[in-house]
């Protein structure tokens, strides 16, 4: 988001957050401010007016952007307060709640007739028959297992602990759903028949809604390959650009008739056996690789600054057709793992014609430091693939 804002204005952003991540480390266009604790709802509110009170005569309006789960959550939260001085594209801490859940999630997604996977929700309850409770599940094995509430889970350590699980047995089910509910998660976790296919059946769009709740853009992409390291699993690490007028039209009608707001990301997956993508979650903030978007001509802080600073009205929805492929991770790692030859083709077709890019390495944010910390990171995939990547899964 900081290089979106930067491309599209010359701006550099501030950021704050609990720790430090490698993408903004020794950059020149965002400003990291760590604290610790920043995610504990007194620490955040406490920073921020703290912020307000040093910036309160700036004359400058300040957008608040949330670039991860939890503080989506604590902006939407507590939006009401923090909105007397930032300007806070979020929907209402009710809706926030129901979209958020992914149990409650699915049951909207029933109400308009969104697609989404078979799936059985577990409690701590199952704790007290949970052999029955496994033994009854009613699709096949591998099925795919992770927690309703993400940001509760986030906070648990331990052995075997992933960001999701993919289940090959029913004693496999049975041990770690035990060691998730004895380490302490006091949450729900969705148990989902496993959409055959490997990662290339995935799909993400992303979408802006003005504070009317008129959808002004939406992206859509497919991606390639992602992260298999168990603590990053689902992370996209390559995506090409895809167009689907059917899928565009079904999520805005959606967005819109629920009086969204701000960003969305959808993750789903392309289930051949009745030809629908199946919807499993959607992120209330723009996604991780959401540079995707502003790569292929559609600056994501663009769509933000236009609404929110300039009050600009709303004239047509833009569908994104890209023409340009995403890479967080080398060329070379993607073609090796890549199994699909058309695919592979498609790929071969844009790293021919120069015609991708990446989020990171960016002329504009360059220094000896940033360079080599950059390419580490790209190439210490190559290890993360070959510890953990399970062909026989995909």
């Not at 609990?18 to 406490?46: E, M, R």
């Not at 993919?166 to 759903?177: R, Y």
């Not at 699993?233 to 009608?253: C, E, H, R, S, W």
């Amino acid at each position: 988001m900081a290089r979106a804002f930067h491309e599209a204005y010359g701006l550099k952003s501030i950021a704050y957050s609990a720790g430090h991540l490698a993408p903004t480390k020794y950059s020149k266009i965002v400003d990291i401010h760590v604290i610790p604790n920043f995610i504990d709802d007194q620490v955040f509110l406490a920073t921020l007016k703290t912020f307000i009170a040093e910036h309160q005569g700036d004359g400058i309006q300040y957008l608040l952007v949330a670039c991860g789960d939890g503080y989506a959550k604590l902006v939407s939260k507590y939006m009401a307060e923090l909105s007397q001085f930032f300007i806070c594209p979020y929907i209402d801490f009710d809706l926030y709640e129901k979209l958020e859940n992914k149990k409650d999630f699915y049951q909207i997604c029933d109400q308009y007739h969104l697609p989404y996977p078979s799936t059985v929700i577990a409690t701590d309850q199952v704790m007290n028959d949970l052999a029955n409770f496994v033994d009854n599940i009613q699709f096949s094995y591998p099925m795919v297992l992770k927690p309703n509430d993400s940001i509760s889970y986030l906070e648990l350590d331990f052995p075997g602990k992933k960001k999701a699980f993919i289940i090959e047995s029913a004693q496999e089910m049975k041990d770690t759903l035990q060691a998730i509910y004895q380490a302490g998660y006091p949450g729900e976790m969705i148990i989902q028949d496993m959409i055959p296919g490997d990662d290339s059946k995935m799909r993400v769009l992303n979408a802006y809604v003005d504070q009317n709740h008129q959808v002004r853009m939406m992206c859509l992409g497919h991606p390639l390959l992602e992260d298999p390291s168990p603590v990053a699993v689902g992370n996209y690490l390559a995506i090409l650009p895809d167009f689907d007028m059917t899928l565009y039209q079904l999520l805005k009608n959606f967005l819109e008739q629920i009086k969204y707001v701000g960003y969305a990301n959808f993750d789903m997956k392309f289930d051949e056996r009745d030809g629908q993508y199946k919807l499993f979650e959607i992120n209330l903030r723009q996604g991780r690789s959401s540079y995707y978007v502003t790569l292929n001509g559609y600056n994501m802080a663009r769509y933000l600054v236009e609404d929110r600073i300039f009050n600009k009205p709303f004239t047509q929805t833009e569908f994104v057709k890209g023409d340009k492929l995403w890479l967080g991770a080398p060329k070379g790692l993607v073609e090796k793992y890549l199994k699909d030859d058309k695919l592979k083709e498609e790929v071969r077709f844009y790293l021919d014609r120069k015609a991708y890019g990446t989020t990171s390495f960016y002329s504009k944010d360059r220094s000896l430091k940033r360079w080599l910390l950059n390419h580490y990171v790209f190439y210490r995939y190559y290890g993360a693939f070959k510890k953990y990547y399970k062909e026989e899964l995909k």
